[in-house]
């Protein structure tokens, strides 16, 4: 006859000793239905160490049914709620609590797109977060403020939070906008979402996952020989009225920047030694360079009537439009005087090197991308024999040789 279980009472709960077949004593509780939600038993090799798994059990429902009474029905409710919805997702209510107050409660609070945006501008305007610390040009900062701008009118008064990549996707790609208007705006908005995020104003970067704009590597135009004398006159015979001979000549043989144009003046312009100086203050890589004046762009100087003040006149925009009409040039090739110069200068001299050191490059892959094989020899040297109508024309080719 099989020798009946013995069983003890611990803390209300249930062991009984039970002998194995092997003859070993082993110690099963019998788990209360509230510990589990279901009928369950554990089995232990000594009384003591079902003792303890009893006391961890009882103490744990004594903490948690006292967490519980302290929560209100709805609380109750909720967290059912929640449980339900998380099953079979190996997430806990806890780790969504924590998700939750990351995104939707920002380290540095709440911001508007607007409010952030002159944060943003501020410190771009003292350097901070700026490469190597320096604060951007006006016209740097004019250029983010304007496509800041266009970006408020839609976002400006959301909080920074709120706004999703779907929607910043979805504004970026407007039909309107070419793949390069894209890139540009693309640049701009990751720059300000990333000071966001580093700023605590919000946990991630949505550009981060929005696929970059890449426009098509379009060909480089130049001007033709032909434009480039018909702009020469006409900017000769402009002077006194638009007074942009200077502006053209300096862009077209020595391929300074329009941007850097904007901000030199004839100080800048060494008529006796013939070379323009780039400051630092003013290169767009903050580096100085000097150009040399070719001799024949120095007959053309001569002729400025005032070599004085800026280089670039006032009402810029509507003179150098009219000037192109002067001189028939209907279709405006991008960066068309600096191109022209890269481009005339290369097929003259062969030399890489010589040819970023004008344009103040400091790769020769940009050289190769923008100006390699756009013109041909025999242009470059008509190119360089180009001179006001009232002058000999003077031998200039052993000069680049």
């Not at 200068?345 to 020769?364: E, K």
Request: aromatic content about 8%; proline content about 3%.
């Amino acid at each position: 006859m099989r020798k009946r279980a013995k069983k003890i009472k611990y803390r209300g709960v249930t062991i009984r000793e039970r002998i194995n077949a092997s003859g070993t004593i082993s110690f099963r509780v019998e788990c209360p239905l509230a510990w589990f939600g279901r009928a369950a038993f554990r089995q232990f090799t000594s009384k003591e160490r079902a003792k303890g798994f009893i006391d961890h059990q009882q103490n744990d429902q004594e903490r948690f049914g006292s967490l519980a009474n302290s929560l209100t029905t709805d609380e109750r409710l909720d967290a059912a709620s929640a449980l339900e919805a998380l099953e079979n997702s190996g997430v806990s209510l806890v780790e969504c609590a924590e998700f939750y107050l990351k995104h939707n409660r920002p380290v540095s609070g709440d911001i508007t797109l607007r409010d952030l945006t002159e944060k943003f501008i501020e410190a771009r305007k003292a350097g901070l977060g700026v490469k190597r610390g320096r604060p951007l040009r006006q016209r740097s900062l004019d250029d983010l403020r304007s496509r800041l701008g266009k970006f408020n009118l839609t976002f400006g008064s959301r909080l920074m939070k709120d706004v999703s990549t779907g929607e910043i996707e979805s504004w970026l790609h407007r039909d309107e906008w070419s793949q390069q208007t894209r890139q540009n705006y693309f640049r701009i908005l990751h720059t300000f979402f990333e000071f966001a995020t580093t700023k605590g104003y919000r946990a991630d970067n949505p550009m981060k996952t929005i696929s970059k704009p890449c426009p098509d590597d379009l060909t480089p135009e130049v001007l033709s020989l032909v434009q480039c004398e018909k702009l020469l006159e006409a900017a000769l015979d402009t002077k006194e009225e638009f007074g942009l001979l200077g502006y053209v000549v300096l862009g077209m043989y020595c391929g300074i920047r329009s941007a850097e144009l904007e901000r030199i003046d004839w100080a800048a312009v060494d008529m006796e030694s013939r070379h323009v100086t780039i400051s630092a203050k003013i290169a767009k890589a903050r580096s100085i360079r000097n150009v040399e004046i070719p001799e024949n762009a120095m007959l053309w100087l001569m002729q400025c009537n005032k070599r004085a003040g800026d280089i670039r006149p006032s009402q810029f925009r509507e003179r150098f439009d009219k000037l192109k009409a002067k001189s028939g040039i209907k279709q405006w090739p991008h960066n068309g005087l600096r191109h022209s110069a890269g481009s005339y200068h290369y097929a003259l001299l062969g030399d890489s090197a010589q040819t970023a050191a004008m344009l103040g490059h400091t790769q020769d892959s940009v050289l190769f991308k923008h100006y390699r094989a756009l013109t041909k020899k025999k242009d470059a040297v008509a190119f360089y024999e180009l001179v006001p109508p009232s002058n000999v024309n003077p031998s200039v080719i052993a000069e680049f040789q």
